[in-house]
């Protein structure tokens, strides 16, 4: 049973382009919903989050929307670069009984054409 | 300031053998995860600890063991190494929201 479902799961664009990625989810006890960007030989690492009282936040290039009552939220990576090309993961943070834990969704491939 | 490390980088195991995967965190955060990284599959959350001496189960525990003594330590145990648990695994720690993670340990089972 997938809970963060991701697509596309590979995705081309050319350098100074729109590079959008989305997620949807089923469970609303979710609280939290980072995405991750992962490079080759590397661990991910935390690009931007989002919680579910808001509905975009924007860091640099990169911009979450969230839309909660069609439980989807999305990445998208303004004026995309060679260096973006990586793979990006949703997730979000699920808690119950005083503990918490995060649920990945399977990853996008971003490559990005120069 | 290491943050989390993660040893061996690197370990090929064959079948049948008991391996350990270490993971260290020198932040003091109460979390620490353990997930395996399969194509097609993402980020898969095999066991988590949301402090010393408190474990619990993620999506995919089955021939896994953890243990977390201490605060800053959280080993990962294969019992008894199968194929199918050739994979990238990952540690992770968080204080509250952010999740930090490790650099990896690439497991081949031969």
């Known amino acids: 049973q997938q809970q963060v479902k991701q697509s596309p799961q590979s995705l081309i664009v050319q350098k100074g382009g729109i590079s959008i990625i989305n997620c949807a989810y089923e469970?609303?006890?979710?609280?939290?919903f980072p995405w991750y960007q992962q490079f080759p030989g590397k661990g991910p690492a935390l690009l931007i989050a989002?919680?579910?009282?808001?509905s975009e936040k924007k860091e640099g290039r990169f911009t979450i929307s969230f839309n909660k009552s069609a439980k989807q939220f999305s990445l998208h990576i303004m004026d995309s670069q060679p260096g973006d090309s990586a793979t990006y993961f949703c997730?979000?943070?699920?808690?119950?009984?005083?503990?918490?834990?995060?649920?990945f969704g399977t990853g996008t491939r971003l490559k990005v054409l120069a | 300031d290491a943050g989390i490390t993660q040893s061996p980088r690197y370990k090929i195991t064959e079948t049948g053998r008991q391996v350990t995967l270490m993971c260290h965190q020198t932040?003091?955060?109460?979390?620490m995860f353990w997930y395996r990284q399969d194509l097609g599959h993402g980020l898969r959350l095999i066991y988590y600890?949301?402090?010393?001496?408190?474990?619990d189960k993620g999506e995919v525990p089955d021939g896994y063991v953890v243990s977390r003594s201490k605060t800053e330590n959280f080993p990962l145990t294969l019992e008894s190494a199968t194929r199918s648990q050739t994979s990238v695994y990952f540690c992770?720690?968080?204080?509250?929201?952010?999740?930090?993670f490790g650099p990896g340990t690439r497991l081949t089972v031969t």
């Open positions: 992770a720690t968080s204080l509250s929201y952010e999740q930090y």
């Open positions: 469970n609303t006890a979710f609280d939290y």
């Open positions: 989002i919680r579910p009282d808001v």
């Open positions: 997730a979000a943070r699920e808690g119950t009984s005083g503990t918490y834990k995060y649920i």
């Open positions: 932040w003091s955060h109460s979390y």
């Open positions: 600890s949301a402090a010393a001496d408190i474990t």
